[in-house]
């Protein structure tokens, strides 16, 4: 039986610090690995060698499915596979495997272009939400209340940003805070509900957001059942955010933090992590 696992990122964070030293209870041995000094592409991929698993926690919207495609490909287990990585770090993708499989996401238009900006203007109702397709933890995330400010927003993304990131998605701004969901395999491990705190309209964990614990839901439960459904066992921040009609899923975070929602919920999460490592290495 395996336990040597590497987790692979660009550095080490209060989560993997404490997911490194929840591994001795369940056997297994935790180190990390910059995701940045593997220099793989070699079939028998020798950095990565030594290890029953690799647990990709890549901060970055590039280098985490890159790298979970090279190591999978050289037979080393990963967590979470390749496919649900590559859909997590593309928003537009990951929305239309979740519309497609019936389960709600927020109304959007792809923004690729200036006219594309004009004509989603036109199309959805102020207030709006530029987002890039490829991002993550709140950065470039502008709310757009009118349309003269909406214009110049978009010249910084026309003018400084590379053709990577020019993608975007326009979609209605959603009040009222979003539900973060913890999944460890197909496990609702906790939910905790995030509002903005201060003058920072963003609702997201990694901004420092008001936080408090959600008791169990029917129907967040069968929303994480479905995405979890759609991209495999794994773990996962699952985004809820609430409307007049239901929640709808906004994102599927790879490589989730997660001190927020166990501070605030109490949930034992770096144990569910090293549990479910444990089942997968066998």
Request: charged residues 25%; aromatic residues 6%.
């Amino acid at each position: 039986m395996g336990g040597n696992i590497a987790i692979v990122s660009d550095r080490i964070a209060w989560e993997e610090r404490e997911l490194i030293r929840s591994a001795d209870a369940f056997g297994l041995h935790i180190e990390w690995v910059d995701d940045g000094a593997l220099c793989l592409g070699d079939p028998d991929a020798a950095s990565l060698a030594d290890y029953d698993a690799v647990l990709v926690r890549s901060r970055s919207y590039t280098r985490g499915g890159l790298l979970a495609n090279i190591a999978e490909a050289s037979r080393i287990p990963t967590l979470n596979s390749a496919a649900a990585i590559n859909a997590c770090e593309n928003k537009l993708v990951l929305r239309d495997l979740l519309r497609t499989a019936g389960l709600p996401v927020p109304d959007f238009r792809l923004v690729l272009s200036r006219r594309d900006f004009e004509k989603a203007l036109r199309e959805l109702p102020l207030p709006l939400v530029l987002k890039p397709v490829f991002g993550g933890m709140g950065k470039r995330v502008t709310l757009l209340r009118d349309a003269d400010t909406a214009q110049s927003v978009y010249d910084y993304v026309e003018d400084l940003g590379h053709a990577f990131e020019q993608a975007c998605l326009v979609e209605p701004y959603l009040e009222g805070g979003s539900v973060r969901c913890l999944v460890v395999g197909r496990e609702l491990v906790a939910a905790a509900r995030f509002t903005s705190g201060g003058t920072d309209w963003r609702n997201n964990a990694a901004l420092g957001n008001r936080t408090e614990s959600v008791a169990h839901d029917p129907e967040v439960a069968k929303l994480v059942d479905g995405v979890v459904d759609v991209l495999g066992p794994g773990i996962y921040g699952i985004d809820l955010f609430g409307t007049p009609s239901g929640f709808v899923v906004n994102e599927v975070n790879h490589a989730p933090g997660f001190r927020g929602v166990a501070s605030v919920t109490g949930a034992d999460i770096p144990s569910a992590v090293a549990r479910y490592v444990r089942e997968v290495v066998g």
